[in-house]
């Protein structure tokens, strides 16, 4: 296939969709698995007008896409705005779909990307977000997924840590309030949980629920943020932090100790604390070396970072910093707070507006500005 060509027909395939009522992203998409079907057929069997086959396949291709998406949100408005208590009874095929497209041929990587746009509906952007990679990175490797799998057969689903880390994801994305996925990813979790025996599928569930039980504190009447430590801690939804410990220490309680276990053990801290005061910071830093010792990500590496500025003071925090990308999401606010408590006011000012240009979401970037706001009227007055 000739690929001066595909490059040529691209933009203008993406724009008769988008003339047809795609949105960009979408169009992009369609086009991509298009692209896909094409690499497949036309060394067998070319078109006479390759242009006309990629509109014709790219809109088809839009549409499933479309009428997949309606089917999604038609479920998560059955599930509701919060997840019900208890193991789940409501069964579809979603938690299916995501075994599936969890595929064997994928590496787990490509397997979570290709399912987070398929299945989850996360867009190409908020996907690279969640993996700390360029856009145009996680649009290949998306594309590279789809190809690897069109030629294959859908009888070897993936393994359930693949799958476990899709529902993360998604988690990640309905909480931080980009998309309203929380409750969805807890249902199926749910699901999962009663249907295999698994110590980190209940690591999980417990995780979501104690995240979840703080949403309502989360953000004031306006949208903005509300920081963890400034939560109004009433507002933190009690029963579901009682289930999430409880799922917790039944897990626990089996001696297979895994990253969602662990971070839930964190967030069971916080959640146990009357106030930001009375924290145990000893303990959740105690737990985030255990997590490094199990995964040694660069946002725990970070998290702990923050946690050891609480538990043995903000110099101790900000040596813990010493070494990690300068490009971390988020380090540049954990550094422009730890100099804040440090009484670095100059630096924090300087960094918390720096941090605000390369915030991930608006609120975030909102509430960092008006951080660099507040100290820059101190150092005036």
Same mark, same amino acid.
């Given at each position: 296939m000739?690929e001066a060509?595909m490059?040529?027909?691209?933009p203008?395939?993406i724009?008769?969709l988008v003339r047809r009522g ?9 086009m991509?698995d298009?692209l896909?079907?094409?690499v497949?057929v036309?060394?067998?069997?070319p078109p006479?007008?390759?242009k ?5 396949? !790219?809109?088809?291709k839009?549409l499933? #896409?479309a &009428?997949?998406?309606? /089917? =999604?949100r038609?479920r998560?408005t ?9 193991p789940?009874?409501a ?7 995501y075994?599936l497209?969890?595929h ?9 990307a290709l399912?987070l746009r398929?299945?989850g509906g996360?867009t190409?952007?908020q996907i ?6 360029p856009?145009a990175t ?6 590279r997924?789809k190809?690897?799998v ?9 393994d359930?840590?693949t ?5 993360y994801?998604?988690f ?5 309030g980009n998309v309203?996925l929380?409750?969805e990813?807890i ?5 999962l949980a009663a249907?295999i025996a698994h110590v980190e599928?209940?690591?999980?569930? !417990? ?5 979840? #039980?703080? &949403?309502?504190?989360r /953000? =004031?009447?306006?949208?903005?943020l509300v920081?963890?430590?400034e939560?109004?801690r ?8 009682a289930?999430?410990?409880d799922v917790l ?7 297979r100790?895994?990253?969602f276990?662990v ?8 959640a146990?604390s ?7 910071w000893?303990?959740?830093?105690e737990?985030?070396?255990e997590?490094?010792?199990i ?6 590496r970070l998290?702990r970072?923050v946690a050891?500025?609480e538990?043995d003071g903000p110099r101790a ?5 010493e070494?990690?990308?300068p490009?971390?999401p ?19 000012a300087?960094l918390y507006a720096?941090?605000a240009?390369?915030?991930p979401n ?6 960092l500005?008006?951080?660099?706001a507040?100290?820059?009227a101190?150092?005036?007055?």
């Amino acid at each position: 296939m000739d690929e001066a060509l595909m490059r040529t027909l691209t933009p203008a395939v993406i724009g008769v969709l988008v003339r047809r009522g795609a949105d960009f992203a979408a169009a992009e998409d369609a086009m991509q698995d298009a692209l896909v079907v094409a690499v497949r057929v036309w060394p067998d069997d070319p078109p006479r007008d390759p242009k006309g086959w990629l509109v014709t396949v !790219a809109w088809h291709k839009f549409l499933d #896409a479309a &009428r997949a998406d309606t /089917s =999604r949100r038609r479920r998560e408005t059955v599930v509701g705005d919060e997840p019900v208590p208890g193991p789940g009874t409501a069964v579809d095929d979603t938690l299916q779909l995501y075994f599936l497209c969890a595929h064997p041929s994928l590496s787990p990587a490509s397997a979570v990307a290709l399912t987070l746009r398929a299945v989850g509906g996360l867009t190409t952007r908020q996907i690279a977000q969640a993996y700390l990679v360029p856009e145009a990175t996680m649009a290949q490797r998306i594309s590279r997924a789809k190809r690897t799998v069109s030629g294959v057969g859908f009888d070897q689903p993936g393994d359930v840590a693949t799958v476990l880390r899709v529902l993360y994801l998604v988690f990640n994305e309905g909480y931080s309030g980009n998309v309203d996925l929380a409750a969805e990813a807890i249902r199926l979790t749910r699901q999962l949980a009663a249907e295999i025996a698994h110590v980190e599928v209940a690591g999980l569930l !417990a995780l979501m629920l104690l995240h979840h #039980a703080r &949403r309502p504190a989360r /953000s =004031r009447p306006d949208g903005s943020l509300v920081p963890l430590k400034e939560q109004d801690r009433s507002l933190w939804d009690t029963r579901l932090i009682a289930e999430g410990v409880d799922v917790l220490q039944s897990a626990l309680a089996r001696n297979r100790l895994g990253e969602f276990q662990v971070q839930a053990a964190i967030a069971a801290l916080h959640a146990d604390s009357r106030s930001a005061a009375e924290t145990d910071w000893a303990q959740i830093v105690e737990w985030y070396d255990e997590l490094l010792r199990i995964t040694d990500s660069p946002v725990a590496r970070l998290n702990r970072a923050v946690a050891v500025g609480e538990a043995d003071g903000p110099r101790a925090g900000l040596a813990a910093l010493e070494g990690l990308d300068p490009s971390l999401p988020r380090l540049t606010a954990a550094a422009a707070y730890l100099h804040e408590r440090d009484g670095d006011t100059v630096t924090a000012a300087r960094l918390y507006a720096e941090a605000a240009r390369s915030a991930p979401n608006l609120p975030e970037r909102e509430h960092l500005a008006r951080q660099a706001a507040r100290l820059n009227a101190e150092l005036r007055g």
